[in-house]
């Protein structure tokens, strides 16, 4: 039988692949049959060990120059699927944030998103067809204490989304947002037992989400069966959105 989600043929860029939850996604669509393109900036080493696991290849740029981003889309170009989920996740308190922590996390988070995005739409454009997905972050929508910045640029990111999908529908191209909420790590429980105890009494589902859980959302997002879905934000986040926030 047909398998209902297949991706066969399909040429999927994930940035930030080598980190926790990118892995995750690459991991998703390769199991949808996708031919996946891992991005890497630092972590080359755990980006080619996935791009080898799941029999894929690795691309090197740092997002924020923009002449990295485009030699990087000159080489790997065209792909049918962007998956825009790199980012930087600095914890400072406000007043003690600086221009140049504010900058580096807009650059990281915001602009590379909207320069990527750009440069990839225009090589979907020829073949009428594509999907971007961003990660925003439930804290898009509700700020968590020392993360002003970053979840600034996460609300961005969803208003890019929507903007994007308003602009770039004419061409076939989607986009849509996912926006998880605490993802497992190893180490996690260790590193922030308090943390990962309210969680799980907070989440109607009772347990942290996982890189693949993310994945799964963004491979619907991409696939034939979201074909009629553009400029949402699908928040996989185990119902801890549920709760009233008053
Ligand atoms: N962890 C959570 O619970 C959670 C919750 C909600 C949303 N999210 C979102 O999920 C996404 C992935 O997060 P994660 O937890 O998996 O973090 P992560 O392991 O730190 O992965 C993020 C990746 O972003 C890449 N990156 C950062 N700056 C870059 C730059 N200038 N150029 C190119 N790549 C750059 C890094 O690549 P290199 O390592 O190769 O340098 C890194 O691997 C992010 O968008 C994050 O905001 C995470």
């Not at 191209?173 to 943390?195: D, F, K, M, T, Y």
């Not at 491979?219 to 008053?246: K, M, R, Y």
Request: with cysteine; proline share 6%; hydrophobic share 45%.
């Amino acid at each position: 039988m047909t398998p209902v989600i297949n991706l066969n043929g399909q040429r999927v860029l994930i940035t930030g692949a080598g980190g926790n939850i990118g892995s995750g996604i690459a991991r998703r669509f390769a199991a949808a049959g996708a031919e996946v393109i891992a991005h890497h900036h630092h972590s080359a080493a755990p980006a080619k060990a996935l791009a080898e696991e799941i029999r894929g290849t690795t691309t090197k740029a740092d997002l924020t120059d923009p002449l990295q981003l485009q030699r990087m889309i000159h080489e790997i170009a065209p792909v049918d699927v962007l998956v825009n989920n790199a980012a930087v996740q600095t914890v400072r308190p406000l007043k003690d944030t600086t221009a140049e922590d504010w900058r580096e996390i807009v650059d990281t988070n915001l602009n590379a998103v909207f320069a990527l995005t750009q440069a990839v739409v225009r090589t979907m454009i020829p073949n009428a067809r594509g999907s971007v997905i961003t990660i925003a972050s439930i804290e898009g929508t509700h700020p968590a204490e020392g993360h002003a910045a970053y979840a600034t640029t996460k609300a961005a990111v969803l208003m890019h989304t929507k903007a994007a999908a308003l602009e770039y529908g004419r061409f076939g191209v989607r986009c849509n947002a996912v926006s998880p909420g605490l993802i497992g790590r190893p180490g996690i429980e260790e590193q922030w037992p308090e943390g990962v105890a309210r969680w799980r009494a907070a989440a109607p589902l009772h347990r942290l989400g996982t890189p693949e859980d993310v994945g799964n959302a963004c491979v619907f997002l991409a696939s034939p069966l979201a074909e009629w879905i553009t400029g949402q934000n699908l928040v996989v986040d185990g119902g801890v959105s549920t709760h009233p926030t008053w």
